[in-house]
């Protein structure tokens, strides 16, 4: 099998080929993330949210160019991290609460969590704002 162009082997390896496989998968995955990440700055990327994220459901997240580049960029390093931890489990080094971790850090990590990334925050603030006058 094969990760980012490197060759890995099935099941539980351990030793010094095992340390270099789990490495060579780590970075073939880092090196896709930049360039998705440069595909995404330059607006030439497909990635995109899934359909059923609620929280890409705002017009803006397809529409505005600052705010499909932040989704584009959330969801492919989270797919890089998701594809990470999934190769170790196929060596043997992941476990559930692991994947229980990075779910709860991609959930967090998210930019609907801040306000600069959350197009729906911006009309109430301003509701905000104009109420205070």
Same mark, same amino acid.
């Given at each position: 099998?094969?990760?980012?162009?490197?060759? &890995?082997?099935?099941?539980? &390896?351990?030793?010094?080929?095992?340390?270099?496989?789990?490495?060579?998968a780590l970075y073939g995955g880092y090196?896709?993330?930049?360039?998705?990440?440069?595909?995404?700055?330059?607006?030439?990327?497909? &990635?995109?949210?899934?359909?059923?994220?609620?929280?890409?459901?705002?017009?803006?997240?397809?529409?505005?160019?600052?705010?499909?580049?932040?989704?584009?960029?959330?969801? +492919?390093?989270?797919? &890089?991290?998701?594809?990470?931890?999934?190769?170790? +489990?196929?060596?043997?080094?992941?476990?559930?609460?692991?994947?229980?971790?990075?779910?709860?850090?991609?959930?967090?990590?998210?930019?609907?969590?801040?306000?600069?990334?959350?197009?729906?925050?911006?009309?109430?603030?301003?509701?905000?704002?104009?109420?205070?006058?």
């Open positions: 099998m094969t990760s980012g162009g490197t060759e &890995v082997p099935e099941g539980p &390896v351990t030793g010094r080929r095992g340390a270099l496989a789990r490495i060579g090196m896709r993330l930049a360039g998705d990440l440069a595909g995404i700055a330059i607006g030439a990327s497909p &990635v995109k949210p899934a359909p059923e994220d609620w929280r890409f459901r705002d017009r803006a997240w397809a529409d505005h160019p600052f705010y499909r580049r932040l989704g584009q960029a959330y969801t +492919a390093s989270c797919a &890089v991290a998701d594809e990470t931890l999934d190769e170790l +489990a196929r060596n043997g080094r992941a476990t559930p609460a692991a994947r229980f971790l990075l779910t709860i850090l991609e959930s967090a990590t998210a930019p609907t969590n801040t306000l600069l990334g959350n197009p729906a925050a911006f009309p109430s603030l301003a509701q905000h704002f104009e109420s205070r006058r």
